[in-house]
DNA sequence: TCATTAAGCGTTG
DNA sequence: CAACGCTTAATGA
């Protein structure tokens, strides 16, 4: 069995609901965590995907490596959100490379044991259904967004999706997170992410701390980053 | 030409 | 010590 911290991130994660006590004790007796301190590589591209994970604390990101040596970054993952279905579901090896952002705790859940999970649970079939489609509509907007806005509104888009609580269930409102990732986040240098993220503070839609940002109006957070534009 | 970027460096929390 | 602000040279639309 696991640790106490692991054994209630389960509980409490959105797809465990479904699931009969039996199926839960499964998940429980399966599933196995690990920390990571900053920097560290969670999962290597291109090797095979035996494992379902789940940030428990901390936050991950999505990244690969291009032939000259840049990083791109596709995701930042924070703490509450489960990630790697997709490789998992196909079988396929690693398509990116996880990296911890910060100190993290993962949990991992075996292959084998989400194949059973979709096959023996309807909710939980269900449940995948719903997070796969929120992902897709994730990238169709964040096309959108890449195509029609100016930096701000990317900026924008990248932090509303860090606080998109269909996408990241775990509300918050702080997250710990550099101008330098945001950049990342956003496909955007330093310089720029900054000059927009001082935008967003001047509008009142965000407060900036050291190394840490607020949102202080989500719905106008939203907005900008989904409307076409309009001033 | 003008905008944007990476890189370096001094400052700061 | 990492994040931030600022400067500069290179890059490219």
């Known amino acids: 069995m696991v640790k106490e911290p692991v054994r209630e991130f389960v509980e409490t994660s959105s797809w465990a609901r479904g699931l009969t006590p039996t199926q839960t004790e499964r998940v429980l007796h399966d599933v196995s965590a690990r920390a990571y301190s900053k920097g560290a590589t969670v999962c290597v591209r291109l090797t095979p995907s035996h494992e379902w994970l789940g940030v428990v604390e901390g936050m991950l990101k999505v990244e690969t490596i291009t032939v000259t040596g840049n990083a ?13 279905e997709g490789a998992v579901l196909k079988g396929e ?4 490379n996880v990296i911890a952002m910060r100190d993290s705790l993962v949990a ?11 096959e023996e649970s309807h909710p939980f079939a269900l449940w995948l259904i719903q997070q796969l489609n929120a992902r897709l509509g994730y990238y169709v907007a964040l096309v959108q967004s890449y195509r029609l806005n100016d930096t701000t509104a990317q900026v924008a888009f990248c ?4 606080f998109n609580e269909e996408l990241y269930p775990t509300p918050r409102r702080r997250l710990s997170i550099s101008q330098e990732e945001i950049g990342r986040l956003s496909g955007l240098s330093r310089q720029i992410a900054n000059q927009a993220l001082r935008e967003l503070h001047e509008r009142g ?4 701390g050291y190394g840490s940002i607020e949102v202080v109006d989500l719905p106008a957070l939203h907005r900008l980053a989904h409307g076409a534009s309009e001033r």
């Open 108 to 118: 991992f859940v075996p292959r084998s044991t989400f194949i059973w999970l979709l």
């Open 93 to 96: 090896p690693r398509p990116y």
């Open 72 to 84: 791109v970054t596709f995701a930042g993952v924070p703490a509450g959100s489960w990630l790697g």
């Open 159 to 162: 932090l509303a999706v860090l």
């Open 205 to 208: 839609i965000i407060q900036v």
